[in-house]
């Protein structure tokens, strides 16, 4: 074969070889932006890459993958759910411990799921696998909470804290927040007043 035929091959050997990479490379992205949703561009923004984001985002991934987490049986879900509603209520009486409250049931319901709960950066990392939607949410109750313990916020931003842990519990409690917490408590009453009949 002469030297110009080698070359054209290796040309389009090596051509083909980026376009495959670079194929693989969009489905990636593609995949991770479709899995992480808004918080695959929170990632860019912090890691300042699409690159160092996705490289993030998969080692996320791989670590929750290697975590054995379990939905919640029945009974864990209308036990939480019911200390959720007693959260809600002690708010109008007392608000700061009820964002207390909310905050340890969040990591109550992570832990029963089987997520680490010992460091919130990595809680946050954790449950972002499965619950992107939401994870900012968590973020924010958070943010919240600390910023009250160090200096007290107003009730408006107690509430708004509140409005967070909620939509972060109902996800996890619900394993994708199919379902409100409120009409899971209405069916355990309906399900409780038909089995004594």
């Given at each position: 074969m002469?030297?110009?035929?080698?070359?054209?091959?290796?040309?389009?050997?090596?051509?083909l070889a980026i376009a495959v990479w670079l194929i693989l490379k969009e489905r990636r992205t593609k995949q991770l932006r479709s899995r992480f949703g808004p918080e695959y561009e929170r990632?860019?923004?912090?890691?300042?890459?699409?690159?160092?984001?996705?490289?993030?985002?998969?080692?996320?991934?791989q670590r929750v993958g290697g975590l054995k987490i379990v939905p919640l049986t029945e009974q864990q879900r209308a036990r939480f759910a019911e200390a959720w509603e007693d959260q809600q209520a002690h708010f109008v009486d007392e608000p700061r411990a009820a964002v207390d409250g909310a905050d340890r049931l969040v990591g109550d319901v992570m832990k029963a799921r089987g997520y680490p709960v010992s460091d919130f950066?990595?809680?946050?990392?954790d449950v972002s696998v499965d619950h992107p939607v939401v994870v900012e949410n968590y973020r924010v109750a958070?943010?919240?909470?600390?910023?009250?313990?160090?200096?007290?916020?107003t009730t408006e931003e107690l509430r708004e804290a509140m409005l967070h842990y909620r939509a972060l519990f109902a996800d996890l409690l619900q394993d994708g927040g199919r379902y409100p917490v409120r009409d899971l408590q209405a069916d355990n009453r309906r399900q409780a007043r038909g089995a004594g009949r």
């Open positions: 002469s030297p110009l035929g080698i070359a054209i091959i290796a040309i389009v050997v090596i051509g990632a860019v923004r912090s890691e300042g890459t699409t690159g160092a984001a996705e490289k993030v985002l998969q080692e996320r991934q950066e990595q809680r946050v990392a958070h943010d919240i909470a600390i910023r009250d313990r160090q200096s007290a916020v």
